[in-house]
């Protein structure tokens, strides 16, 4: 499979609707064009793949707070740039774009002058974990959080979208 990454542009947000729009519990298909909007802003990097000529990914990173994403307090007191909305079609999985798409935007934090990137990943998204070990990301050292804060030995959590891990990754 053929992969190219680019700047998401404008074309893009009738594909991401169809290919996304209905994914459970991912980003609601109003929030692509803000993606753009805060990216055309500065707030953020919003970047697709295209395999063999269509669009089948997505993510963004945002460098601080924007009208369409809060950042995790973590990161945006440590200026860490979060990754968001990391998505690739299922027919299009396994097959190195999450990789493709993860690579670019790094390269393009550095240029930017970042030298670091961070994530958060839900406790029960293994797929996203394993990827992101794969790249070379790694927990931070508060374990687990739950809505934004690190969680604490002994709390009684819902494994809900709110338990997530926070992974930094060095930029060099
Ligand atoms: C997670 C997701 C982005 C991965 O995309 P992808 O294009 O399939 O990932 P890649 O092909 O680039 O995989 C790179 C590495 O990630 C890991 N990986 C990806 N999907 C995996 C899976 N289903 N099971 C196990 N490992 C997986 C592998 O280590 C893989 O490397 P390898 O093929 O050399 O073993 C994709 O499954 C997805 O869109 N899921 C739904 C949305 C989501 O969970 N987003 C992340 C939010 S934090």
Redesign the pocket.
Known sequence: MNIFVRPAVKADLAPLHQLFGSAPD?DPPEKFAGHLADSDAGFATFLVAEADGSVV?MVTAYTQKAPMADMLPAFETQKIPEMKA???APV????????ALVTALEQELQKQGHNQIG?T?RAT?G??Q??YA?LGYLPDTHGLYYQGKPASQGDLLVLDRAAQWCMVKALA
């Open positions: 991912y990914g990391l998505q690739v299009a999985r396994q097959q190195g774009v999450a990789k994530i990943v998204n797929a996203a394993r990827l794969k």
